[in-house]
C-alpha cells in the first residue's frame, strides 16, 4: 500500500516563507511525475507545482517565481519551497504523485491527507 505523508504546513504572514514536504512509502517500483496541489474553501482544486523525474518542471503563472517545487529521487520525496506568500495562496495544500507498485504493469495517482498553510497578518 503506498501512502504520501506531507508535513510542512502552518501560518505565516505575508511575505513570508514555508517549505512543505511529501513523502512517498510502499512498495514502490518507480515515481513518475510528482507535483503539488491546493484548494481554498469553496474552490476548485488547482495544480500549483509539478516535477517529472527528470527534473522538468512547471508552475502556472500565479506562483511562478515565487514557488520552487524539487524532488529528491532516492527518496520518494518532494519539496514545495514557497516564498513571498500572499493571503490568496492560503488553502489546503495537497501532494500527488504518479506511481508504479512492484507488482503492477501500470501507473496510478496517489494523493496526501493534505496541510493547511494560512497567510495572515
Known amino acids: 500500500q503506498v501512502q504520501l505523508v506531507e508535513s510542512g504546513g502552518g501560518l505565516v504572514q505575508p511575505g513570508g516563507s514555508l517549505r512543505l514536504s511529501c513523502a512517498a512509502s510502499?512498495?514502490?517500483?518507480?515515481?513518475?511525475?510528482m507535483g503539488w496541489y491546493r484548494q481554498a474553501p469553496g474552490k476548485q482544486r488547482d495544480l500549483v507545482a509539478t516535477?517529472?523525474?527528470?527534473?522538468?518542471?512547471y508552475y502556472p503563472e500565479s506562483v511562478k517565481d515565487r514557488f520552487t517545487i524539487s524532488r529528491d529521487n532516492a527518496k520518494n520525496t518532494v519539496y514545495l519551497q514557497m516564498n513571498s506568500l500572499k493571503p490568496e495562496d492560503t488553502a489546503v495544500y495537497y501532494c500527488?504523485?504518479?506511481?508504479?507498485?512492484?507488482?503492477?504493469?501500470?501507473?496510478?495517482?496517489?494523493w496526501g491527507q493534505g496541510t493547511q498553510v494560512t497567510v495572515s497578518s
Open positions: 516535477i517529472i523525474s527528470s527534473g522538468i518542471t
Open positions: 510502499g512498495n514502490i517500483a518507480s515515481v513518475a511525475i
Open positions: 500527488n504523485a504518479r506511481i508504479r507498485q512492484v507488482w503492477e504493469p501500470v501507473a496510478s495517482d496517489y
